[in-house]
């Protein structure tokens, strides 16, 4: 086979080039810290790469959004600690408030202590988060829920939600009309049947709601029969003018005190039951309350200004107590997701890192042996290129 000078020195020159060119693909590597200076390098790496880098951001987005959703949800929860103390305190003051032994003038100081209470609260309504958006507004989040303790709701229904998950929303607020408003009940007696000119004095009355209805009614000449629709009692003989205590005679009646006055007659008939009225809010219910206090209108029969205001208070108070609870698990689901987010990130990155990543000690040791071949090329081509007839000559 013969082979041409011009050949020797092609074949000479492309080998020094190919070793010059891979020296500086490693050298590049070095540079960039990764195996892959271009797709071209490897079609397949470089699209789980792509794929991969992508799901790692996402999950980032994931983690940021859970620390978001728990700083809300933390708030509020905070927020609503806050309102419980002040609800649990009226509560308190509204039991002392009802004692018949106190005079008006101690009551209209518990009315004030109840007033500056009821703006505590409205304040907490209104809290903002870090953003300066309204906590309880729903979407409408630069809307001043409760503008005072007389105003009606202003936000809007609205619940907003954070992906924390591939498939998990969480919702980050509670509209204030959820929170702090609630379905009152007052107590309704219906005079059904009445010949005789009796009359029924409720002269006290517990915080439990007659639900449901009950009837008492008269039979001569001294027979009197409580009725819930499930338990019948009679009390014989009824003396008219006589108290009693209806949770006394059967554990499923209502704890209230009641006595029928006047002359009685036979089919004399009455209907006690809770009738719910629409919701209003708790500053409106309490500021009621507070004035009644202060006018001194808190008897049995000042209705709903009597006992009832405790079982509307504690009805707002377990609503509270409510969104404190579904607060609770949503923080839970976050911290759950976050640990499930965490793990995979640390495991996309590893995964990442063997595809992407470049093993230094590998390259270096690569890059000694390239640069030995480049120079064995070098000197090769060095001694071939003298090597003509003409030397001998």
Known sequence: MRISTAQIFQQGLTAMLNQQSALAKTQQQLATGQKLASPSDDPVAAVQILTFEREFNLLGQYIGNANVANNKLSLEEGVLDGATNVLQRIREL?????????????????????????????????????????????????????????????????????QVGPDVLVETNDPGSSIFEAEHGELVVTDNVGPSSASLNITSLGSNAITPAVTVSFTAPDTLTVDDG???????????????????????????????????????????????????????????????????????????????????????????????????????????????????????????????????????????????ALQAAQQTFARVQNLTLFNFL
């Open 230 to 372: 499930t338990n019948n009692v009679v009390v014989s003989p009824y003396i008219a003018g006589q108290s009693i205590v209806l949770s006394d005679l059967n554990n499923n009646f209502p704890d209230i005190t009641l006595q029928l006055d006047g002359t009685l007659a036979d089919g004399d008939s009455y209907t006690l039951e809770t009738q719910t009225t629409l919701s209003k809010t708790v500053f409106s219910t309490v500021n009621e309350f507070a004035n009644a206090l202060i006018s001194n209108t808190v008897s049995s029969n000042d209705s709903p200004n009597n006992g009832e205001f405790l079982t509307n208070i504690s009805s707002v108070l377990d609503t509270v107590i409510d969104t404190k609870a579904k607060i609770g698990a949503r923080i839970n689901v976050i911290e759950q997701q976050e640990e499930i987010n965490q793990s995979l990130s640390l495991s996309v990155q590893e995964t990442l890192s063997e595809i992407r990543d470049l093993d230094y000690a590998e390259a270096i040791s690569r890059l000694t042996a390239q640069s030995t």
């Open 94 to 162: 509204a039991v002392q408030g009802l004692n018949a032994t106190n005079s008006q003038s101690d009551r209209s100081d518990i009315a004030q202590e109840i007033l500056v209470l009821n703006d505590e609260l409205l304040s907490l309504s209104n809290t903002k988060d870090a953003s300066g958006n309204y906590l309880f507004s729903g979407f409408s989040t630069n809307t001043k829920p409760y503008d005072s303790t007389g105003a009606a709701y202003a936000g809007d229904e609205g619940q907003r939600n954070i």
